[in-house]
Structures are given as C-alpha cells and as structure tokens.
C-alpha cells in the first residue's frame, strides 16, 4: 500500500502553509493533494500557488493531485476548478459532482473523492466511465460496504478503480452552507474576519455539560477525535485497499508518518496512536474517546 497526505482541511497563514509542503519534500509519503476543499474565502494561497507548489512537490518525487471545493455553490468557484481541472498534468480530486462533470465534458481522469455520493456498484461504474480512476470513499463507508461493492463489481465483470481510505485524521462529517465557526464566534459568515485561521486544527466543540463531542472547521464539522486506523491495515489490505490517506495536522506530521512508514514494514500491526473509527466495523463513528498521544 501507498501513503498519501490528503489535502488541508484547516486555515493556515501562507508561510506555515508553505513552511508545512516544503517539509513534505522530504517526508515518505507517494501522494500529496493540494487545494481547498472546504470554504473558497481562504485565499491565503491562491490556484497560481497552489499549480506552484504542485511543480516543486512533482520535483521532489512526490505524485500530486489537485483537489476541488467540497461544497461548490457560485460560478467564480467552478472558475477556479475549471482552471485546476486544465492544469495540463495532474488528477483532479472532485469533491463536488459539478466537478466531476468538468473532467468528463473535458475527457480528463479524476479521483472520486470523500463527498461524493458512492454507496452502491453502479454509481461506481457510473463514474468510472465517466473517468474515475480512484476512488476515496466516504468517512462513514465500513469494510461491509467495500467488500459488498467489490463483490458486485466482481459479479458484473468490472474492476474496481483504485482505492485511498481514510488512515490519520479527524473524520470529516458534514458540510453546510453556513459557517460553524462565524456561528460560534457571533459574527456574520460574510464579515467572519477569517478566524478559522486563529484554530489550526479546528475550533473544539463540548456538549452542555463540557464533554468534547465535535470539531468546528468554517463550513466543515469533523469528529473530536484523531482516528487512527494503522491497527486495521490487513482489514484494509483485505478490502483492496491501494492508499492509505493521511490528513495534515498542524504538529508532529513527521512523526505520524513515521508511525505509518513502520506499519508498513512491521509484520504485525502497530499499537493504536489515536482513536478507533467505529464506522469502519458498522458501528457508531464515536467508538471510543482515546486520546492521541501525537
């Protein structure tokens, strides 16, 4: 299996942005996503340097794909995913289905990602003549689901596309067009003064008698807890599991990857770095409330 290092989530100033990727040069991970994908008001890099940062992690060695909003709702954001979509080298991740219908009016190949709507073979077949050619299943999409889907892929003679699950990371649960954050700090979403960029893992967010339940991200709520998923890697392997998906963080990344590099190599299984992700066995998502001790 390959590690990839999914795009950013949260809002971070353009040096600690760029500070972050120019360490990931030298980090041992195979794919890098860039862009986005959460609110188009974060324009502390822009798509200029956005392709710019591709081309130097392309040098590096490194297989780069570009990632599109999650949550596409005005002509100047198709504009940006039209001009990303025609870069001219690399995949696309459409979050959006207005993406995916650029890339294939286009006849470019994409990576289906997270937020799209895949829950059965023939929405899968659907897009893979459409162009898919890796899939990244949403958060919430078990080892039940995969293996009923590659089983019906299997029955109708088709071959399921690449497949990049969620490994590291603090599962990405909804969107809304309103802004969590500009609701949480009392300022309109239109005037928020960007304060996602005052929380560089997200705004943390309690129940009424202080237990941690969720985390604010703009437009984005995740899950409290960083799930760790190296202790499933041959439940992953026996999915068909081709990538596996690392999600920046503000700290100790090296270190993280290194706790993956190592799962890798090991013949067994590593010891849970972070929580369990209940989804993956058909339960709750909030199995448990470990803390991560990176």
């Known amino acids: 299996m390959k ?10 100033p353009r040096e600690q942005t760029l500070a972050f990727y120019r360490a990931c040069t030298g980090w041992a991970v195979d794919i890098v996503y860039l862009g986005e ?4 008001k974060r324009r502390e890099l822009r798509t200029g340097d956005w392709l710019a940062l591709a081309e130097e992690l392309a040098g590096a060695g490194k297989e780069v794909v570009l990632s599109s909003l999650a949550l596409i709702e005005a002509e100047s954001e198709l504009g940006v995913v039209r001009r990303l979509a025609e870069n001219g080298r690399f995949l696309l991740e459409a979050n959006d289905l207005s993406a995916v219908q650029i890339c294939r ?3 470019l190949a994409f990576v289906a990602g997270p937020t799209l709507n895949v829950y059965n073979h023939r929405t899968l077949i659907l897009l893979v003549e459409d162009g898919l050619r890796r899939w990244v299943p949403g958060v919430e999409q078990g080892k039940a689901l995969l293996q009923e889907m590659r089983a019906a892929m299997a029955a109708e003679q088709r071959s399921m596309p690449e497949l990049e699950l969620l490994a590291w990371g603090r599962l990405p649960l909804a969107f809304s067009a309103r802004c969590f954050t500009a609701r949480a700090l009392d300022v309109p979403k239109d005037q928020c003064g ?15 008698d202080g237990q941690p339940f969720l985390t604010i991200n703009g437009i984005q709520i995740q899950g409290m807890e960083i799930v760790d998923m190296a202790p499933e890697r041959d439940e992953m392997a026996a999915c068909g599991a081709d990538i596996l998906r690392i999600y920046p963080q503000a700290e100790e990344m090296a270190d993280i990857i290194d706790h993956f590099q190592r799962m890798l190599r090991s013949p067994l299984p590593p010891p849970r770095l972070g929580a369990r992700n209940g989804y993956w066995d058909g339960k709750p998502g909030k ?6 001790v990176l």
């Open 37 to 40: 994908t959460v609110c188009s």
């Open 287 to 292: 199995a448990s409330l470990a803390t991560p």
């Open 3 to 12: 590690l990839s290092l999914g795009p950013l989530q949260y809002f971070w």
């Open 194 to 208: 960007f304060r996602c960029i005052e929380h560089p893992d997200g705004l943390p967010l309690s129940t009424r």
């Open 105 to 107: 009016e286009r006849g």
